[in-house]
């Protein structure tokens, strides 16, 4: 992803910044999170922002129920938040949920080896196959 959006105004953060959202006086950190334009930082330093436009989250048997319940919750109370995906590390399964121009949120679920994962806020699609590459789901079996 970092590639694809490279010269264009996207910050990229890969598990290293913090979220900061205030109307939960929650901080959480997200796997990825884009934000458009320039990041709106809070508190001293650049580690905390408050505006992506896109959060991604990589689901695993301890964090599921959180990341698709409680979290989302929280994020859905961001202004500048567009797009969240889910990504399942034990199988072919992507979550996609789009914030419509209604402020309603739309989902989109996907468990093709052969699907594509297509943003709809930033210009980028990707295969599955890519997504998925390398991981031996018989070694990341949850049951």
Same mark, same amino acid.
């Given at each position: ?11 990229? !953060? ?19 999170? /884009? ?16 505006? +992506?436009?896109? #959060?991604?989250? /990589? ?19 961001? +202004?500048?938040?567009?797009? !969240? ?30 699907? #594509? ?13 890519? #997504? !998925? ?11």
């Amino acid at each position: 992803m970092k590639f694809a959006l490279k010269g264009q105004a996207y910050d990229i !953060y890969i598990g290293d910044v913090r979220l900061w959202i205030p109307d939960y006086s929650q901080y959480t950190y997200p796997d990825t999170m /884009v934000i458009q334009g320039k990041p709106i930082y809070t508190g001293k330093g650049k580690t905390t922002v408050m505006n +992506p436009l896109l #959060i991604v989250e /990589v689901l695993s048997k301890s964090t599921r129920n959180y990341d698709q319940g409680e979290k989302f919750l929280y994020y859905r109370s961001i +202004p500048h938040f567009q797009e !969240y995906i889910l990504i399942d590390q034990a199988r072919y399964h992507v979550i996609q949920y789009t914030k419509t121009s209604e402020e309603k949120w739309l989902l989109t679920e996907q468990t093709s080896e052969a699907a #594509i994962l297509e943003l709809n806020n930033i210009d980028f699609t990707i295969n599955f196959s890519d #997504i !998925y590459e390398g991981i031996n789901f018989e070694e990341n079996d949850e049951s």
